[in-house]
Antibody
């Protein structure tokens, strides 16, 4: 049974870069069956897809965030990571990592709350 | 970008009721639509994919239908555990979620 666990700082200053890592266990991130993605949810609001990646390095980005987002994978550690640059208070959210099986997200991490504040 | 518009935003219902949530896409997405259930403080749970395919382990009272631009999620007989927020999700072109439907106890 796959498990995903987000990690990273809970507090980031405005204009800095938010960096999160998702550690996958119980499955190989190098599987040809899955993509791996990041989704966020501002407090009290809905879900917003950020980015997805395949183990070969193929990436997909939400057009509205593309200029600030980088996603990358470390197959040796069975992890994938997200960098979001130039953050503002609008980037405060619960950030989830998830596995996409043919694109619907079938397994999710528990989420990590990131607050942008000075 | 493809927009997904859910209705209603809030739905009040009772245990045993049949409820339907609708999601409209701003352009055709074929049948590349999924539905999720989310409870407060928890990650979303996949219920249905490819518009009508039930995820393994999901009770059969949940069903999905639709194609092209209009989709529905139906719960045939509400159970206490079903009161939650539901999201639709298109994945034909990148990913977009609907804004959510909160299902409340009447």
């Amino acid at each position: 049974q796959v498990q995903l666990q987000e990690s990273g700082p809970g507090l980031v200053k405005p204009s800095e870069t938010l960096s999160l890592t998702c550690t996958v266990s119980g499955d190989s991130i190098s599987s040809d069956y899955y993509f791996w993605g990041w989704i966020r949810q501002p407090p009290g609001k809905g879900l917003e897809w950020i980015s997805s990646i395949f183990h070969t390095g193929t990436t997909f980005y939400n057009p509205s965030l593309k200029s600030r987002v980088t996603i990358f994978v470390d197959t040796s550690k069975n992890q994938f990571s997200l960098n979001l640059a130039s953050v503002t208070a609008a980037d405060t959210a619960l950030y989830f990592c998830a596995r996409a099986r043919g694109n619907p997200f079938d397994s999710w991490g528990q989420g990590t709350l990131v607050t942008v504040s000075s | 970008d493809i927009q997904m518009t859910q209705s209603p935003s809030t739905l009040s219902a009772s245990v045993g009721d049949r409820v339907t949530i609708t999601c409209r896409a701003s352009q055709t997405v074929s049948n590349w639509v999924a539905w999720y259930q989310q409870k407060p403080g928890k990650a979303p749970k996949l219920l249905i994919y490819k518009a009508s395919t039930l995820e393994i382990g999901v009770p059969s009272r949940f069903s999905g239908s639709g194609s092209e631009t209009e989709f529905t999620l139906t719960i045939s007989s509400l159970q206490p555990d079903d009161f939650a927020t539901y999201y639709c999700h298109q994945y034909v072109s990148h990913s977009t979620f609907g804004q959510g439907t909160k299902l409340e106890i009447k």
